[in-house]
């Protein structure tokens, strides 16, 4: 298979999953809670193993706790994705609003260049969509990461069509 035509088969496999994660929300975000928890699992496993196998690394402990805490929250999320999917929301809402913050100040610091209204604007639709988030955290919980995934897997998928197609005539 050439690579442009690899390209191009696995941008259609992101855009139909991407389709299936806007179709059913609540699906795509208990597969999004279950995958960080693997992936916890798998980093903290690998820091643990580096902790303990790393000889003379100088933050060994520093690099166990860290591993530790990774197995417990992933271990967590595999047991209870359900709670996971609440504490996973209230997580995108707290970054929507603190780089909502980070976005005004720089838009207010640009005040005289032409970044200021884009900067403007995009730190408002963050806080906006934080704030929308933690007015119904519940609701949020079981569509949001869903939601987040399903245009992700969209953009990627018509990224990786394009550069495929673009392959193709080069």
Known sequence: MRPSTFLIFLGIVLLIGGVL???NPF??????TTL???LLVLSGVGQLWTAFAGGDLPHRLWTGLIGLLGVV???DLLANPLAGMVSL???????????GAIRLYIAFRLREAPLFWPFLIAGAASI???GMIFADV?????TLLGLLLGIQLLADGVALVALGLLARRL
């Open 73 to 75: 929250v992933g271990v």
């Open 138 to 142: 519940m609701a949020a919980a079981t």
């Open 128 to 130: 906006l969509i934080g």
């Open 27 to 32: 699906a795509a975000t208990l597969t999004a």
């Open 36 to 38: 960080v928890g693997v």
């Open 89 to 99: 929301t209230v997580l995108v809402g707290v970054l929507f609003l603190v780089m």
């Open 21 to 23: 994660a806007i179709a």
